[in-house]
Structures are given as C-alpha cells and as structure tokens.
C-alpha cells in the first residue's frame, strides 16, 4: 500500500470516529468495528474514493441517533418539561392574541408607551367622569381664555357619528371626534397639524383599512361630513392612539365651530409644573365657577388612566393570593425527616418547579384576561376593567388551586405525576391502620399516602420513599 493510499485510509477512519460521537454509547463499539470493516474491504478493492465512502457514516449515525429517540423518552408523559412546555404554550397564544387583535395591541401600546407626564384630562366627576363627555363647551371656551396661569395648552373634543360620503366609495357612518384645531398637537400627534378655519379629517388607520381598503389615494381628497365639506388631511398614528371610545376620526375647523355652547365634550390639557406642584399623590385639581356654583374640577393623568390595566391586574393577584389560603390546602405534604433517596438538590428542583409554574400561570392569567378584556371593549374604559378583574381573578385563583394540586401528585425526587393509584385499607379499620388511596411512581421513587378520613395521625398525604431493593420491580428506570 503506497503512502497516499494509507493517508487516505487514515483520514476515512478519522470521518468515521467523528461520526461515531452521534450514535448511542451502547451500540457505538459495535457500529464503529461494522463500518471499519466495509472500510477495509473498500480499500483493499479500490471501489471508490474511501473518504467519500466514510461521510455516508454521518447520515448512517444520525438515522439510529433520531430512530433511538422518540417524543415519550425526550419528554414523557406527566414530567415537569411537558408541563412547563404546555403553560409556556398557553403564555405565547396569550400574548399573541395581544399582540394580533387590534384592541388589546392598542391598549398594550398604550400600556407600554405611556404619555406625557403633563398631559391630563379633564373631569367634574373624578375616573368616572373620563367615561363619557361631561365638560360643556363654554367652560373650554372660558378656560382657554383665563386658564393661561393653569395650562400651558387645552383642548376640547365631541365624539359623534356622522356620516361620511367619498367619491368612489360607498357613504359611511363612522364615530368622529368633533375637536379644536390644537387637539392632536396637545396630544402630541406632531404629524397630524390642522390650520384654523378649515375642516379637515384625520381618519385612524382601521377605518382607512375597514371602509376605504387602505388605499392611500383618498389623502388629500375632498369628501362630505353630514354636508359639509372637508378635506381628508392624514392617518393618525396608530401608535399612542389614546382619545377615549371607540372614535374612528377626528374632525377640525368647521364642524367645531357648529357645536353649540351647552355641548358636553372632552376636555384635554397640558398642564403648568408651577401651578400645580409635586408632592401630592391625589390627583391636581382646581376651582372653577359651574352653574353658580363653585365646582372642583380633577386633572387625571393619561397614565393613570392607561396604566390601570396592571393596577386592576395586581389587585387581583393580591386578591387571589388572600383568597387561596380560604379555598385550598397550602401543605404540600409530610415528609419523613429521614428523607431517603430525596436529596438536597431533589428538593431545590422541587421547589424551583413549583415556582416556575407559579410563574407562568401568572402569566398566563394576565395576558388572557388582558386580551379578552381589550378585545370586547375601548382602552380606558370602565367595561374593560370589569371585564379584566372579572377573568382575572377567577383565572388566578383556578391557576393557584390547580399549581398546589399538581404539586401534591408529583414525584419529589423525578417530578413526574404519580400513577396507579389502589385502594388500600377499610374505614371500619382508620384507628388501627391508615385507609385511603396510594400512589406510585414509575419510576420507582417512592408511594404516596393519600388518607381518606384524616385523623389527629394522619392528617395529610405522606412520602415513603423505596430502597435499592425495590429497583427489580421498575426495570424502565426513569424512562
């Protein structure tokens, strides 16, 4: 054999001890010895080039790796990977859904995004008073003209539905923000400028999608608003879209000057830092004269009111937490001091499961409450917060009894669900042996003691862990 030909050889078997790290430890010898066979006989007859020859080792290995494994031995059934991978699931169509459905991505933005500090609304009647328009235009008319020393700018807005016709496209009904020419600078939508004295439309991005299939030909068009003329000036910016309700528009110039004085609207400010200083944790407020009256009027903060989703949603963490000790068992269990095969790090991995759980069914309640409560009613609104609290808390609470209950059926040692479980002992007998249901552990770990009467000595689930002598009876180990 010349030095080239042993080079070669020499390089084929390298291919195949490199190949050989994919198959299984106990059948690697074996395969190894097999493919150096077929080397051997290769090289001596000189069929083909023997290292292209040993590179088919690499699929060969990959095939018995990937026919030696199956869905059941990477995560079997009941094991803590297949639990935590399942809530995992549930945590990522949740937030999908909050991501997808346009209500709750709005709602999330604005969550996220938050506003300027300074940026408030206006209301007679506290949170409540943001719900539906209660500030009349000639109290905006009055400020506007006197409030200098209170806000740096103020605004007013009406919601309306009008109906809108396009040429080229069917007429319409759409909800409108009737509003002062400054509305969108004071709500920092810096692209969306308005000059005094003309009507202009500003149409938000799901109506320029819904009714005029986002065709972007209609900006600069002329159109109708219950006959009067307007002129379709720009999209709003999706983002930060915070007016309340389900407004789709926002009409400037013209239509605002038709509202007569005694119209009820929303009131937007940005507020002076030096007439209402820091310090108070009420919300700023101020007097003015109503009616003849003199009325208090409160500033609340558009992050306040945005923000309250993650308020609503700790409340009723806090709520279920309180309420879980009255509905459920927190002792996961009694567990002999002698502990046995359930050694120190067995019992850190216990407890870093049942935290991870915990964890995620958090999550998962938040995000699902979050997407149902946004997807039925407007970011703000007062329904939306009933409907966050009222899946919420039931949802915690379900996840909190459940996370204990599964806790209570898992193997300490393995943390797969027990199985098998057998009747054991009569209730004629509870004073002199224990009765109830006892389960096991596949792969052999130990029993669990369920009673089903507890007595002053046997009050709780008991661990009885299994010797080394009990290992003939579970051959499958922990598979």
């Given at each position: 054999?010349?030095?080239?030909?042993?080079?070669?050889?020499?390089?084929?078997?390298?291919?195949?001890?490199?190949?050989?790290?994919?198959?299984?430890?106990?059948?690697?010898?074996?395969?190894?010895a097999?493919?150096?066979?077929?080397?051997?006989?290769?090289c001596r007859?000189?069929?083909c080039?023997?290292?292209?020859?040993?590179?088919?080792?690499?699929?060969d290995?990959?095939?018995?790796?990937?026919?030696?494994?199956?869905?059941r031995?990477?995560i079997?059934?009941?094991?803590?990977?297949?639990?935590?991978?399942?809530?995992?699931?549930?945590?990522?169509?949740?937030?999908?859904?909050?991501?997808?459905?346009?209500?709750?991505?709005?709602a999330?933005?604005?969550?996220?995004?938050?506003?300027p500090?300074?940026?408030?609304?206006?209301?007679?009647?506290?949170?409540?008073?943001t719900?539906?328009?209660?500030?009349?235009?000639?109290?905006?008319?009055?400020?506007?003209?006197?409030?200098?020393?209170l806000?740096?700018?103020?605004?007013?807005?009406?919601?309306?539905?009008?109906?809108?016709?396009?040429?080229?496209?069917?007429p319409?009904?759409?909800?409108?923000?009737?509003?002062?020419?400054?509305?969108?600078?004071?709500l920092?939508?810096?692209?969306?400028?308005?000059?005094?004295?003309?009507?202009?439309?500003?149409?938000?991005?799901?109506?320029?999608?819904?009714?005029?299939?986002?065709?972007p030909?209609?900006?600069?068009?002329a159109?109708?608003?219950?006959?009067?003329?307007?002129?379709?000036?720009?999209?709003?910016?999706?983002?930060?879209?915070?007016?309340?309700?389900?407004?789709?528009?926002?009409?400037?110039?013209?239509?605002?000057?038709?509202?007569?004085?005694?119209?009820?609207?929303?009131?937007?400010?940005?507020?002076?830092?030096a007439?209402?200083?820091?310090?108070?944790?009420?919300?700023?407020?101020?007097?003015?004269?109503?009616?003849?009256?003199?009325?208090?009027?409160?500033?609340?903060?558009?992050?306040?009111i945005?923000e309250?989703?993650i308020?609503?949603f700790?409340?009723?963490?806090?709520?279920?937490?309180i309420?879980?000790?009255?509905t459920?068992a927190?002792?996961?269990?009694?567990?002999p001091?002698?502990?046995?095969?359930?050694?120190?790090?067995?019992?850190?991995?216990?407890?870093?499961?049942?935290l991870?759980?915990?964890?995620?069914?958090?999550?998962?309640?938040?995000?699902?409450?979050f997407?149902?409560?946004?997807?039925?009613?407007?970011?703000?609104s007062s329904?939306?917060?009933?409907?966050?609290?009222?899946?919420?808390?039931?949802?915690?609470?379900?996840a909190?009894?459940?996370?204990?209950?599964?806790?209570?059926?898992?193997?300490?040692?393995c943390?797969?669900?027990?199985?098998?479980?057998?009747?054991?002992?009569?209730?004629?007998?509870?004073?002199?042996?224990?009765?109830?249901?006892?389960?096991?552990?596949q792969?052999?770990?130990?029993?669990?003691?369920?009673?089903?009467?507890?007595?002053?000595?046997?009050?709780?689930?008991?661990?009885?862990?299994?010797?080394?002598?009990?290992a003939s009876?579970?051959?499958?180990g922990g598979?």
């Amino acid at each position: 054999m010349s030095g080239r030909e042993a080079e070669t050889g020499a390089l084929a078997r390298f291919v195949v001890r490199m190949a050989s790290g994919m198959v299984p430890g106990s059948s690697r010898r074996e395969w190894r010895a097999e493919w150096h066979g077929e080397l051997c006989h290769v090289c001596r007859t000189r069929s083909c080039d023997p290292v292209r020859f040993a590179m088919g080792a690499f699929p060969d290995a990959l095939w018995i790796r990937a026919d030696g494994l199956s869905f059941r031995q990477l995560i079997p059934r009941g094991s803590a990977v297949r639990c935590l991978a399942a809530l995992l699931l549930l945590a990522a169509v949740g937030l999908l859904l909050c991501v997808a459905l346009p209500g709750p991505r709005r709602a999330f933005s604005a969550v996220r995004d938050g506003a300027p500090a300074n940026l408030v609304v206006i209301s007679s009647d506290g949170y409540a008073g943001t719900q539906s328009p209660s500030i009349s235009l000639a109290h905006y008319r009055e400020w506007r003209a006197n409030g200098s020393h209170l806000f740096r700018q103020v605004a007013f807005c009406r919601p309306e539905v009008r109906r809108m016709r396009l040429a080229h496209h069917p007429p319409a009904e759409i909800a409108v923000a009737v509003a002062s020419e400054n509305l969108l600078r004071v709500l920092g939508f810096s692209g969306a400028e308005s000059r005094s004295g003309e009507g202009r439309l500003f149409l938000s991005r799901s109506v320029w999608r819904t009714q005029f299939h986002a065709d972007p030909r209609v900006i600069g068009q002329a159109a109708t608003v219950d006959g009067s003329r307007v002129t379709i000036a720009g999209l709003l910016p999706e983002g930060g879209w915070h007016l309340p309700g389900q407004v789709q528009a926002v009409l400037t110039g013209d239509g605002f000057g038709s509202l007569p004085s005694t119209a009820n609207g929303y009131v937007f400010a940005r507020l002076r830092s030096a007439a209402f200083p820091k310090g108070s944790s009420a919300w700023p407020s101020f007097f003015a004269e109503g009616n003849n009256t003199l009325l208090e009027y409160e500033c609340i903060p558009f992050n306040s009111i945005f923000e309250q989703p993650i308020g609503i949603f700790l409340f009723a963490l806090l709520a279920a937490c309180i309420a879980l000790p009255a509905t459920t068992a927190l002792r996961l269990g009694d567990y002999p001091e002698d502990r046995g095969r359930v050694t120190p790090r067995a019992g850190l991995r216990r407890w870093s499961f049942l935290l991870a759980k915990l964890a995620l069914v958090v999550a998962v309640a938040g995000l699902w409450s979050f997407a149902l409560a946004y997807a039925s009613a407007a970011a703000g609104s007062s329904a939306a917060l009933y409907i966050q609290m009222g899946t919420a808390f039931p949802g915690l609470l379900c996840a909190f009894r459940w996370a204990l209950h599964d806790q209570r059926k898992r193997c300490p040692e393995c943390l797969r669900l027990l199985s098998n479980p057998a009747r054991v002992g009569q209730p004629s007998c509870n004073f002199l042996a224990w009765c109830g249901t006892e389960w096991m552990c596949q792969s052999g770990h130990g029993l669990l003691h369920i009673p089903e009467l507890p007595t002053c000595w046997f009050s709780t689930q008991r661990w009885l862990c299994l010797d080394a002598s009990w290992a003939s009876l579970f051959p499958s180990g922990g598979s």
